[in-house]
């Protein structure tokens, strides 16, 4: 009877957080919606009430309402990479490949942002000699965009981001990504993965997130059966550390 009743209560206690997590998204979506809804709108009603005869800013006003289309894009892009992923209709498209080159193939495709704030991506010292691991490369390359976007957000004028990658067991790898930037303060660290989850020093750096980056992470790492995790001190710098398979034959 006692451990019916603690069940019962463990699964209201389930249905509850459940709710409150559908209205925190409902209530996260409609916002993440209407900063750039009402920045268009603005900017259009602007220019059909007569700014677009003004040479002074036609093309500015025509260049902040293209910025908050993309802004919308990229969150459209990030909710269907969402739901599917969390559909649990991820298709995984797993082979070998030496987790080096892939992550020195994302340093070089963010290189203009990260030349733009003078940080230097790297790949740790002592961890050059080629690990291959088993996994889907192409998903693992949104990953470590997402990461290292992040390390560069989030980075200090002039800072460092390495990667390092270290075989465990002898059937996995791990891999990490440290930068030493601004951090995360402890209180935030327990649900940095969820969506839409953004603290107010991010939010003050980067008004175009949305806060999906990481649950993204997080889904794609789950899907491979492994784990991510984050350890950061403020104002010291953030390790963003993940599992994969090594390589299989
Ligand atoms: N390397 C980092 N250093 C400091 N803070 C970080 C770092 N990575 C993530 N964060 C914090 O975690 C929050 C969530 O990160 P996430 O990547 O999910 O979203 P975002 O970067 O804000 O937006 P998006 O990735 O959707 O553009 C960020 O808003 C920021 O506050
Ligand atoms: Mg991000």
Same mark, same amino acid.
Do not use: P
């Given at each position: 009877m006692e451990a019916w009743a603690e069940e019962n209560k463990q699964e209201i206690e389930l249905l509850r957080r459940n709710e409150q997590f559908r209205r925190e998204f409902l209530q996260n979506l409609s916002h993440e919606f209407k900063t750039p809804v009402f920045a268009i709108q603005g900017y259009v009603d602007t220019l059909l009430a007569g700014a677009l005869a003004n040479p002074d800013v036609n093309k500015r006003f025509l260049e902040k309402t293209a910025k908050n289309v993309d802004r919308l894009t990229h969150l459209l892009n990030d909710l269907d990479e969402i739901s599917s992923l969390e559909r649990g209709e991820l298709t995984l498209y797993k082979t070998n490949f030496v987790i080096q080159e892939l992550v020195k193939d994302v340093f070089e495709s963010l290189s203009i942002k990260a030349d733009a704030n003078h940080i230097h991506c790297s790949i740790k010292k002592g961890c050059e000699s080629p690990l @291959? /691991?088993?996994?889907?490369? *192409? #998903?693992?390359? &949104? /990953?470590? @965009?997402?990461? =290292? *976007?992040?390390?560069?957000?989030? +980075? #200090? &004028?002039?800072?460092?981001?390495?990667?390092?990658?270290? #075989?465990?067991? +002898?059937?996995? =790898?791990? $891999? *990490?990504?440290?930068?030493?930037?601004?951090? $995360?303060? *402890?209180?935030h660290l327990p649900r940095l993965f969820e969506r839409f989850y953004r603290t107010d020093e991010g939010r003050s750096i980067d008004v175009s997130g949305s806060g999906l980056g990481l649950s993204i992470c997080k889904h794609i790492i789950e899907a491979h059966g492994q784990t991510i995790h984050v350890r950061s001190t403020e104002a010291v710098g953030t390790t963003v550390g993940f599992t994969l398979d090594a390589r299989k034959d």
């Open positions: @291959t /691991v088993f996994a889907d490369k *192409e #998903k693992l390359r &949104q /990953v470590f @965009t997402n990461l =290292i *976007e992040n390390s560069i957000k989030y +980075g #200090k &004028q002039g800072g460092h981001i390495t990667s390092s990658m270290y #075989k465990t067991d +002898g059937k996995h =790898i791990l $891999i *990490e990504i440290t930068d030493d930037g601004i951090g $995360i303060n *402890e209180r």
